[in-house]
């Protein structure tokens, strides 16, 4: 069986991660999920706050045999020294393509072994990312369309406190 990877930085997971989460569990019926620490960003959430929500959030789903990693590494340093040997990537639009194509193709001659498997988006979460989600919660906005219930309040305390 194929180890299958859901690579992101998931800060914070939304309902579109999740759709993408429980389709490719079900065409794989393998799947870890993989908190990247993007040095380039400056995330919301430390990962360790990020994976303790998505683990919480797959127990509350039923989705218990979903694993949960974090990585440091390139990507494809990880799939070889864990034989990870499909990466899963959602495609919300065409302006994710062009970046996502060349990631794949990158990781792929790096390392012959990884193939990228794009899922596209379901019509409902089309719209939704982790920054529409950020910039909602920052203006106190409604966001329980967006992320499940119980990480809400965890969203809205990082504004609060940046606020005092
Ligand atoms: P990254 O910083 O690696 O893009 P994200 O957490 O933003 O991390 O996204 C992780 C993956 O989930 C990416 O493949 C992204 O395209 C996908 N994704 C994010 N939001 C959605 C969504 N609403 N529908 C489908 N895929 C999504």
Known sequence: MSKVIYPGSFDPITFGHLDIIKRAYRMFGDLTVVVLNNRQKNPLFSVSERVSMIQ???????????????????????????????????????????????????????????????????????????????????????????VPEHIIPLIQAKYICKET
Do not use: C, P, W
Not at 68 to 77: H, I
């Open 56 to 146: 919480k959030v797959l127990m509350d789903m039923g989705l218990t045999a979903v694993k949960v990693d974090t990585n440091e590494d390139l990507l494809v340093d990880y799939a070889r020294r864990t034989g990870a040997s499909v990466v899963i990537r959602g495609l919300r639009a065409i302006s994710d393509f062009d970046y996502e194509l060349q990631i794949a193709q990158v990781n792929h001659v790096q390392y012959e072994g990884i193939e990228t498997v794009f899922l596209a988006t379901s019509l409902n979460y089309s719209y939704l990312s982790s920054s529409v989600v950020r910039e909602f919660a920052s203006y106190g906005g409604d966001i329980s369309r967006f």
